[in-house]
């Protein structure tokens, strides 16, 4: 028999009994709504005085599924997208360690405008980022989309590893220091590896907002997956298609993401592991006599 918690009381019968009664009633409302959006869907419709088939008949996806030049332009749109986040990613990476090298800078002559501009850059929306660069530099859709992810992302994961620096004992500088490294030296060989790991999950999440925001290059007009999918496809195959057309994006930005969310909390859980196993080994000590230093 388990132990009684301390934190609440155990529910009662009659509280079981009504929990269970809400669970069924919640069920059974999404199991309605659910219904009714497949009715709904399913239900002939008029477009332009032409009675079109329900979105589930086998014509409005017959043309699509069987069609090689269609997924040809699907797998373009897919690689443009996982292409621009790729690159934005390293980007955001190498951002996100120059803003917190420079914004952990003991000279407030370099601390201070560092700030100024990093919360400037957090500020910004990402879309306005990109019209930024796009209409001064004149880089092009790509490199809009790229270094407006870049910079915006690499503004949050630098705080990340600036939170993750300053979390970090103080004997960690102090040490490094003592053993005759420059501050510079310090940040980069002892303090920036643990910051890293310790806000790794952080800014591996950080960097599935940065896939999932690559589809705002559909409006600087870059041609990732939902520009080439909801746009150039539609008016290609016709409207009658844009139901399917938003199902099939949907299906796979849902399998990309959910694939990296799910390899990113693979990573990040071994690399708590990995933490935990080495603070248990520092705390414990040599677990055999003839390990241990002797003079």
Do not use: C, H
Not at 92 to 99: E, Q
Not at 204 to 232: C, P, W
Not at 238 to 250: C, D
């Amino acid at each position: 028999m388990s132990a009684p918690s301390v934190l609440f009381d155990a529910p009662g019968p009659l509280a079981r009994r009504r929990s269970r009664i809400a669970s069924v009633i919640v069920i059974l409302v999404l199991a309605a709504g659910a219904a009714w959006v497949v009715y709904t869907l399913a239900q002939p419709r008029d477009s332009g005085g032409i009675t079109l088939p329900g979105f589930f008949d086998w014509s409005r996806w017959e043309r699509l599924v069987t069609d090689p030049e269609f997924w040809t332009f699907v797998g373009r749109g897919l690689l443009a997208t996982l292409q621009a986040a790729a690159i934005a990613a390293v980007i955001a990476i190498v951002v996100g360690v120059l803003f917190a090298l420079l914004r952990t800078s003991p000279k407030a002559v370099v601390r201070v405008p560092v700030t100024i501009v990093l919360e400037f850059v957090r500020g910004m929306p990402v879309l306005l980022m990109m019209f930024f660069i796009l209409l001064v530099a004149s880089t092009g859709a790509f490199w809009a989309v790229v270094l407006g992810l870049g910079l915006y992302n690499g503004a949050i994961i630098g705080e990340a590893l600036r939170a993750g620096i300053a979390s970090l004992p103080r004997g960690q500088k102090e040490a490094g220091l003592s053993l005759g490294l420059t501050r510079l030296q310090t940040k980069m060989l002892i303090e920036f590896p643990q910051a890293f790991r310790q806000m790794l999950p952080i800014i591996l999440a950080q960097l599935v907002v940065l896939l999932k925001d690559t589809s705002l290059g559909f409006i600087v007009g870059y041609n990732e997956l939902i520009r080439v999918t909801m746009n150039n496809l539609s008016a290609y195959y016709g409207n009658r298609f844009l139901f399917t057309l938003f199902v099939i994006t949907l299906v796979i930005y849902l399998t990309v993401n959910l694939t990296f969310s799910w390899v990113t909390r693979r990573i990040a859980a071994r690399s708590a592991r990995k933490r935990g196993a080495a603070a248990k080994k520092t705390i414990a000590g040599p677990l055999d006599p003839a390990d241990a230093t002797t003079e």
